[in-house]
């Protein structure tokens, strides 16, 4: 199972240049560099993997981040080698969905 960075399109223009602005002890907005939406994201978990994994390298701290649902840990990543949109947690071995809430379009 390969994992990489998760990487999220803006709501609002489509734009890949978005950023995470908090921190995980407060919360998980984003921000596009592009036209200034904010939104937050949010896991569900839908299973638990027990697949060998490669760690991946850590993620810039400004890269796009979410809690896991089942641990609260962000130490989510995307699975590339799936034909649908999965979420894997390092910590916890979930596997997750992710979703976009709080969506306040910006200029």
Do not use: W
């Not at 993997?49 to 896991?68: K, R």
């Not at 989510?76 to 809430?101: G, R």
């Amino acid at each position: 199972m390969r994992l990489s960075p998760i990487s999220i399109a803006c709501p609002q223009c489509g734009s890949k240049d978005v950023l995470y602005s908090c921190q995980p002890t407060c919360c998980f907005n984003h921000v596009c560099n592009n036209c200034y939406t904010t939104f937050e994201l949010e896991t569900t978990k839908i299973g638990e993997l027990q697949d060998p994994f490669t760690l991946p390298s850590e993620p810039d701290p400004s890269s796009p981040t979410a809690p896991c649902a089942r641990c609260g840990e962000a130490k989510v990543f995307a699975i590339v080698d799936t034909e649908e949109p999965a979420y894997f947690c390092i910590s916890c071995k979930a596997l997750l969905t992710l979703s976009l809430t709080e969506i306040a379009p910006g200029q």
